[in-house]
């Protein structure tokens, strides 16, 4: 599995938008990159997930270059409410796969 | 949205006892997984279950653990004579052939 590095902290405040790097350097040709939210004493929570180029939904945004070696969860307009932790996470997705956790990126946002 | 459950959200046990964590993993998905987090570390991948079978576990899930799907719902993790230093949450999660994990919520279990 590809080892991932990411920031072990930020801080924000309400309003602004936050990106989050991970980098991936090794990624394989058929991992994916998955990104987690973790609030205190509750299971991890999927964001969002891509391959390749941007991604959207209606809670962030994924940017993916071109050699996939790293990528970026972009947040628009934090709350309060995202204060969490947020996890980077690469694998293959063709078969379940053993998600291997780092130690994330605490995301502090403040007033 | 389907989700995950698990129960108990708390269990107390004294060290050396037996105890099952129970997981109701997304009725369609085909990959189950356990995973533990001690208090102010990281998560940690303990085993997957595939096809009533282990597909891979870590160094973690030694002879104390074990896991069963005994009915078409049910996942369960049994932990034959609990340490002081399994003490941390459980979570469990379930993932389709060809997608993502969604955890569940966790049981937190203390041994005393």
């Known amino acids: 599995l590809a080892k991932t590095t990411q920031p072990i902290s930020m801080d924000s405040y309400e309003g602004q938008e936050v990106n989050i790097t991970c980098s991936h350097n090794n990624i394989a040709t058929n991992d994916y990159i998955t990104w987690y939210q973790q609030f205190p004493s509750q299971g991890p929570r999927f964001i969002i997930q891509g391959y390749k180029t941007k991604v959207t939904n209606e809670v962030a945004s994924l940017f993916i270059p071109a050699d996939r070696k790293s990528s970026t969860l972009s947040l628009p307009r934090v709350s309060l409410s995202d204060t969490a932790v947020y996890y980077c996470l690469v694998g293959d997705n063709d078969y379940g796969q053993n998600f291997v956790f780092g130690p994330g990126t605490r995301l502090s946002v403040l007033p | 949205e389907p989700e995950v459950t698990q129960t108990p959200s708390h269990q107390v046990t004294q060290m050396g006892q037996e105890v099952i964590l129970r997981c109701v993993p997304i009725?369609?998905?085909?990959?189950f997984y356990w995973y533990r987090q001690i208090l102010g570390q990281k998560v940690e991948f303990l085993v997957s279950f595939y096809n009533n079978e282990i597909s891979e576990k870590s160094e973690i899930f030694d002879d104390q653990f074990s896991v069963e799907r005994p009915d078409g719902s049910n996942f369960t993790l049994k932990i034959r004579s609990t340490k002081l230093e399994d003490s941390a949450m459980y979570f469990c999660?379930?993932?389709?052939?060809?997608?993502?994990?969604?955890f569940g919520p966790g049981t937190r279990l203390t041994v005393l």
């Open positions: 009725s369609n998905h085909l990959y």
């Open positions: 999660a379930s993932s389709e052939a060809r997608g993502l994990a969604f």
